[in-house]
Structure formats: structure tokens, C-alpha cells
């Protein structure tokens, strides 16, 4: 998505160890004009499919979650980080690998947000190696739900992520994918 891509170049910031800061209008200040137009985009590629629920993950997701939500016209869930409640029964539960923190987090959504009958698209702002994307998949299966596909902002294609769950035969879509950047001399390179 040109729209996109041009945001990054302008208001990206690289990091080290390949972290793409667009904290300015994605998840910490956020562009609501221009996140909408991303949520539109979702709708657009996720036409075809008949969605009933769209789930993330918090905190970063939830805003871009939110507004693709009201395109679809569906509620949105996001999956809360707790601790020890795996022991609770009324929570599917999992754990993921914070890629931007490095740790894992335990991860539950209520048993009363998803059911068998939900169709979910699944958005997250990034997607790098896989690991929040492949927890959030795994809750919606302990539901019994069906994953629709998924729709991310921003996939980091060098990281791999995206490839894997593609050859696992999800939909993904991604707005912008990033196949090179270097903190350095501050470049990105898009597929
Ligand atoms: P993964 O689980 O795919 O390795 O990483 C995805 C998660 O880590 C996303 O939910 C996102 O919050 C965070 N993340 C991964 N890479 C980046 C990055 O370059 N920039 C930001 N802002 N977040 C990232």
C-alpha cells in the first residue's frame, strides 16, 4: 500500500536490532484519518470473506484492530497479557514471545469472545518472526473458530514470519512489506 510505504519513509525511525519505530501514527500517537485508511484496505482485501470477529493482540494492535473493526462492522477482541491464568477455565490460554521485549508473556482471551461459530480475521500492527501471530491463531483453534486470514500493517519479510505462516496455508496480508532496512544509513528497501 503506497499510502503506507511513503508514512514510513517519512515518519519511520530504524533501530537497533531491526526495530522499526512509527510510533508517531501507529501505536502510541495515532493518525486516526490515516490508520482508517488501513482499515479500509483490510476490508478491501478481506472482501470475500464472510468475518464475524476480528482479534489482536494488546496494546499495539488494539488501535488499528479497532478501526478495521468498524469497517467490517464486527466486534473486536483483543488478547490480554496476564499472569497464571492458565488454571482459569474460563479463558483459552497460550504464551508468546515478545520479539520487541524479549519475554514471554501468557496470553488469554475469554471464553465468552470467541465460540465455534466465529469466523476471525486476525490484525496486528507488525509481523517479524510469526510468534504473536501463530499464539493468536492458536486461541482462535482452542475456540473452535475458524481463522479467516490474517491482516497486518507492517511485515518485516526478512524476519521470516510471514512466510512461514504463508506456507502453513493462512492468509496473510500484509500493507507494507519490508524486505531490507539498515539503521545506519537509515534506508528501507519494500518488496
Ligand atoms: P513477531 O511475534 O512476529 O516476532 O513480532 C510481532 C510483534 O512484535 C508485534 O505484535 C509487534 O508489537 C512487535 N514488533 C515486532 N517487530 C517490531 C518492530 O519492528 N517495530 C515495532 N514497533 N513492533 C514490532
Given at each position: 500500500?503506497?499510502?503506507?510505504?511513503?508514512k514510513?519513509l517519512k515518519d519511520?525511525v530504524?533501530?537497533?536490532?531491526?526495530?522499526l519505530k512509527?510510533?508517531?501514527?501507529?501505536?502510541h500517537?495515532?493518525d486516526?484519518?490515516f490508520i482508517?485508511?488501513?482499515?479500509?484496505?483490510f476490508?478491501?482485501l478481506f472482501a470475500?470473506?464472510?468475518?464475524?470477529k476480528?482479534?489482536?493482540?494488546?496494546?499495539?494492535g488494539?488501535?488499528?484492530?479497532c478501526?478495521?473493526?468498524?469497517?467490517?462492522?464486527?466486534p473486536v477482541?483483543f488478547?490480554?497479557k496476564?499472569?497464571?491464568s492458565?488454571?482459569?477455565?474460563d479463558?483459552?490460554?497460550?504464551?508468546?514471545?515478545?520479539y520487541?521485549?524479549?519475554?514471554?508473556n501468557d496470553?488469554?482471551?475469554s471464553?465468552?469472545?470467541?465460540?465455534?461459530e466465529?469466523k476471525?480475521?486476525?490484525?496486528d500492527?507488525f509481523?517479524?518472526?510469526g510468534?504473536?501471530?501463530?499464539?493468536l491463531?492458536?486461541l482462535?483453534?482452542?475456540?473452535?473458530?475458524?481463522?479467516?486470514?490474517?491482516?497486518?500493517?507492517?511485515?518485516?519479510?526478512?524476519?521470516?514470519?510471514g512466510?512461514?505462516?504463508?506456507?502453513a496455508?493462512?492468509?496473510?496480508?500484509s500493507?507494507a512489506?519490508?524486505?531490507?532496512?539498515?539503521?545506519?544509513?537509515?534506508t528501507?528497501?519494500f518488496?
Amino acid at each position: 500500500m503506497k499510502l503506507l510505504e511513503e508514512k514510513i519513509l517519512k515518519d519511520g525511525v530504524i533501530k537497533s536490532g531491526n526495530v522499526l519505530k512509527v510510533d508517531s501514527f501507529l501505536n502510541h500517537q495515532i493518525d486516526v484519518p490515516f490508520i482508517a485508511e488501513l482499515g479500509k484496505e483490510f476490508k478491501r482485501l478481506f472482501a470475500d470473506q464472510k468475518i464475524t470477529k476480528i482479534l489482536t493482540i494488546e496494546a499495539s494492535g488494539i488501535g488499528i484492530a479497532c478501526i478495521a473493526g468498524m469497517y467490517f462492522g464486527v466486534p473486536v477482541v483483543f488478547a490480554k497479557k496476564s499472569s497464571g491464568s492458565n488454571m482459569d477455565k474460563d479463558v483459552y490460554f497460550t504464551q508468546i514471545y515478545s520479539y520487541t521485549h524479549n519475554k514471554v508473556n501468557d496470553v488469554v482471551v475469554s471464553k465468552r469472545f470467541l465460540n465455534v461459530e466465529d469466523k476471525v480475521l486476525i490484525i496486528d500492527d507488525f509481523l517479524a518472526n510469526g510468534c504473536a501471530l501463530e499464539g493468536l491463531i492458536d486461541l482462535v483453534r482452542q475456540a473452535g473458530a475458524a481463522v479467516q486470514g490474517v491482516g497486518v500493517a507492517v511485515e518485516k519479510g526478512f524476519q521470516g514470519g510471514g512466510d512461514k505462516l504463508r506456507a502453513a496455508g493462512i492468509r496473510v496480508e500484509s500493507l507494507a512489506i519490508i524486505d531490507k532496512m539498515d539503521a545506519q544509513s537509515g534506508t528501507i528497501q519494500f518488496r
